[in-house]
């Protein structure tokens, strides 16, 4: 049902952005449109990850430079069947993380340095789970596919608000104006709704991964918790157009799973975590990746 939903929001998406092109300039301008969706997306595919981990300031590490965290991913990315993705850290005192890449073959996790000094080592677990979760599901695909369709949504909008509107013949003038101020917003509602979607399921597939939903639950307490004491720093840190790639959205105070939030509550978020503790996929009393270590 999640996939369906998925494949109904994106689809929606891409019909939104050739309706603009269509308002702008008739049967041309949707090939157009199309045409630009295409190359955007197709730089967004070889590039996006690249681009994403550039404007965070992340910095690659291995074994080498941080081997407990280095190995705590090894081990989780063995458990879920996944190739090593590559790790990198990012200097931030609030404490978050994502994963990136094109496929399970070029894919990256992130983590703050809040994330890693601020939560134990199970939590730490979760949160990773979650993002190789991400990258299990394909999401970081996904989710770099509708981010720029919908940031090309608005780009076509604005284009279209300042040359004029809708150019065919015996078009209205009014109907115009109205896709490109409506426009934007259900690309914006879709591309939220899709991220609300993706995240139930990344926190379900982590929890199974790390085996232990309880201490990702607890993580996502703290992170919220802490980015709610901090929301300056989360401002100053974070750029909002990659605010969705985060478990936690750190720019969000929202309390509720409302159609403007990126990411469902997270009180939702560890009532469905608590829940899967009855279940016979997870053990997490003798599963849980607890280890001695700088977060123990």
């Known amino acids: 049902m999640s996939t369906l939903k998925t494949f109904i929001l994106l689809a929606g998406l891409t019909a939104l952005f050739m309706a603009i092109g269509y308002v702008i300039g008739g049967q041309g301008g949707m090939i157009i449109a199309l045409g630009i969706a295409l190359v955007t997306n197709l730089f967004a595919y070889w590039n996006g990850d690249k681009m994403v981990l550039s404007m965070q300031g992340a ?32 200097d931030n005192p609030l404490p978050n993380a994502f994963a990136t890449g094109r496929n399970p073959q070029n894919a990256a996790v992130a983590a703050t340095t809040g994330l890693l000094n601020n939560l134990s080592r199970d939590e730490i ?17 996904l989710m770099t596919v509708t981010a720029t369709l919908a940031g090309a949504i608005s780009m076509l909008a604005n284009f279209g608000f300042f040359f004029g509107g809708d150019r065919r013949e015996g078009g209205s003038p009014f109907t115009g104006l109205l896709m490109m101020i409506v426009a934007p917003l259900a690309a ?18 982590g929890a199974i991964i790390a085996q232990s939903p309880r201490s990702l639950a607890s993580a996502l307490q703290k992170i919220e918790a802490l980015a709610h004491h901090n929301p300056h720093i989360a401002a100053q840190a974070t750029n909002p157009a990659l605010a969705h790639l985060f478990i936690i959205n750190p720019l969000s105070g929202t309390r509720m799973d409302s ?17 899967l503790e009855s279940e016979s996929t997870l053990n997490p009393a003798a599963a849980s990746v607890r280890r001695s270590g700088p977060w123990g």
Do not use: C, W
């Open 188 to 205: 914006m509602l879709v591309q939220m709704a899709i991220s609300r979607t993706r995240e139930y399921a990344a926190d379900r597939e």
């Open 59 to 90: 910095r690659q590490v291995d074994r080498a430079t941080a081997p407990e965290f280095h190995d705590l991913v090894a081990e989780l990315a063995n458990r879920a069947q996944l190739p090593m993705p590559k790790v990198y850290m990012i």
């Open 259 to 275: 159609l403007f939030s990126t990411h469902p509550a997270t009180e939702n978020r560890v009532a469905a975590l608590l829940s």
């Open 125 to 141: 677990a979760g949160v990773m789970a979650h993002e190789l979760a991400h990258i299990k599901h394909r999401d970081t695909l």
